[in-house]
């Protein structure tokens, strides 16, 4: 394990935006991790906060006067096959890599998640998905350590266990458990299968490249799509003509990208953060963008929303004080 004292949040996250944490233990073993929860009890530290490559997050600029874990990609590959189809690898694996290397020893599942962000442990935690795929799908189970108890436990946790839901399981709300690691249960393919699962693999990573703003840096979706049916008809009755795309093109959600745009709030700027000009749903980093920046914008985004139907968009973004 490393400890990085005083170090720069901005240096190690996505986003590239954050302040200083008094601590950061970066991690890329099981054992790193275990020593890393160590140091926390031996320094009676009470504030700690578990990162992957921070694709999802928002760290203020302020001190954060606590403990960063970042599970790391390991110097030396964790991901390895059983000749039984199942794929396993390290919590700070990133995902993109356990889906590149499961095609290339022809197996399949996985690759509805090409071009997703993030470390395994992360998207595990989150379930993550993408284009009809969740990771609950494949996952056989996970290694997982709660550090809410004076002696930290490690145990396996099969699928069940994890009590996946839409973008969230267990360890989502338990709050005080980590993925060390996780096994995937994937499928032999034909060479056929093969083929269709590589060609799927990389229009999604085209797909990604087309739509979403990844020329800069940015922190996913800030908010979530609309779903409850009273908001929905809120919207609609301001907006009629949002029906159609409601209904065939939006899955039944309200895209809150189309929203934004129709605010006039797409390309707006606060010092270096602007909302997407490609798509409206990301608040992109143009250069030195600060936390300020963004929360600011946010605000703006959810002052329109109250106003024009009486209710606050939920954040997909976690910010992190
Ligand atoms: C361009 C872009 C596109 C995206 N598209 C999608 C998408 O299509 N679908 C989707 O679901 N998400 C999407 N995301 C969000 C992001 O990819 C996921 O949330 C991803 O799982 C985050 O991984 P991370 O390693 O960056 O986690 P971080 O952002 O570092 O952390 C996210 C959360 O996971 C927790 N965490 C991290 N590692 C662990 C661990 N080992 N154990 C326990 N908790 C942990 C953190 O505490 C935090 O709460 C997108 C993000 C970006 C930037």
Not at 49 to 74: E, H, M, R, S, W
Not at 189 to 205: F, R
Not at 213 to 234: D, H
Request: net charge negative.
């Amino acid at each position: 394990m490393q400890i990085k004292a005083d170090a720069l949040l901005s240096n190690i996250l996505w986003y590239h935006i954050g302040g200083k944490t008094k601590y950061l233990l970066v991690c890329q073993s099981k054992q790193d991790i275990v020593q890393a929860i160590a140091f926390i009890k031996e320094k009676h530290i009470k504030k700690l906060f578990v990162c992957g490559q921070g694709t999802n997050l928002i760290f203020t600029d302020l001190y954060f006067d606590g403990a960063v874990i970042q599970l790391v990609k390991p110097d030396t590959s964790t991901i390895t096959l059983d000749g039984e189809g199942i794929i396993e690898a390290f919590g700070g694996e990133v995902l993109g890599d356990l889906v590149k290397e499961s095609l290339e020893q022809g197996l399949i599942g996985l690759e509805w998640a090409g071009g997703l962000p993030g470390t395994v442990g992360a998207g595990v935690r989150g379930n993550v998905g993408a284009y009809g795929g969740e990771l609950k799908d494949n996952l056989l189970d996970a290694l997982i350590l709660d550090y809410s108890t004076d002696i930290p436990t490690v145990q396996k946790f099969s699928n069940q266990d994890l009590q996946f839901v839409y973008r969230g399981s267990i360890i989502k709300t338990h709050k005080q458990m980590l993925v060390v690691s996780a096994r995937f249960a994937l499928k032999k393919a034909t060479d056929q299968e093969l083929q269709e699962a590589k060609n799927t693999y990389e229009q999604h990573i085209l797909s990604r490249q087309r739509n979403h703003p990844l020329e800069y840096p940015n922190c996913g979706s800030v908010f979530k799509n609309l779903r409850e049916p009273l908001q929905i008809a809120k919207v609609l009755s301001v907006y009629p003509d949002f029906k159609e795309d409601v209904e065939k093109k939006w899955y039944g959600k309200v895209a809150v990208a189309a929203l934004i745009d129709r605010w006039g709030l797409k390309g707006h700027r606060i010092g270096d953060a602007q909302i997407s000009e490609k798509h409206a749903l990301f608040i992109v980093n143009l250069g030195h963008a600060t936390s300020n920046d963004v929360l600011q914008l946010i605000d703006k985004v959810q002052e329109k929303c109250q106003e024009e139907f009486g209710f606050q968009l939920e954040l997909e973004v976690e910010v992190v004080r």
